[in-house]
């Protein structure tokens, strides 16, 4: 631990407080280790974004149909990757995203032809390819990104890499 890292104070009572928690200004304090805080992990492959501290993975051992790639999120307590805007997703691919196409979290399941983003979060913003979203199939309902970052329509069934965020 460095200077300047601890709370005024901290460390402190030695001997019964022999874990680490870190405050909303980053600052760390001993607590007592049977007590329960939220928390935070740090995972091998997941990439984090400084300011808001969302994380991305795209794991490679997986082409999966849409809903298995949402439980395999899941199930690492995160969602299929969001974008709110430009800056987002620049930081996904110059970090995390690799050259093939990968199941975002955008689709138009629930009204064919509105697209939303499974968080709820607003869809302001979109990086479609030209000519998409194409729904040049009935079921197009589920959107990929390419390798070069832009978006495309597919049906929800089709297997492919996937994009996870943690927030
Ligand atoms: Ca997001
Ligand atoms: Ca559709
Ligand atoms: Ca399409």
Same mark, same amino acid.
């Given at each position: ?60 051992? /997986? %082409? ?5 790639? !949402?439980? @395999?999120?899941?199930? +690492?307590?995160?969602?299929? &990757?969001?974008?709110? #805007? ?29 697209? /939303? %983003? ?5 869809y !302001?913003w @979109?990086?479609?390819? +030209?000519?998409?979203?194409? &729904?040049?199939?009935? #079921? ?10 832009q ?17």
């Amino acid at each position: 631990m460095g200077d300047g890292m601890g709370q005024p104070y901290e460390p402190d009572y030695f001997g019964t407080e022999n874990c680490v928690s870190q405050h909303a200004d980053r600052t760390w304090s001993t607590e007592v280790c049977g007590d329960a805080y939220p928390y935070v992990c740090e995972l091998d492959g997941w990439v984090t974004r400084p300011g808001d501290l969302h994380a991305y993975s795209s794991p490679l051992e /997986a %082409w999966l149909r849409r809903s298995e790639a !949402a439980a @395999a999120c899941a199930g +690492a307590h995160a969602h299929l &990757a969001t974008f709110a #805007d430009a800056a987002e997703l620049a930081f996904v691919t110059a970090n995390v995203h690799v050259d093939a196409d990968a199941w975002i979290g955008l689709d138009d399941l629930a009204s064919e032809g509105s697209f /939303a %983003w499974v968080t709820g979060e607003p869809y !302001a913003w @979109a990086n479609w390819a +030209a000519g998409e979203p194409s &729904a040049d199939t009935p #079921d197009s309902d589920c959107v990929v990104m390419q390798g070069d970052g832009q978006w495309d329509d597919r049906p929800c069934d089709s297997t492919e890499r996937f994009l996870c965020e943690a927030d």
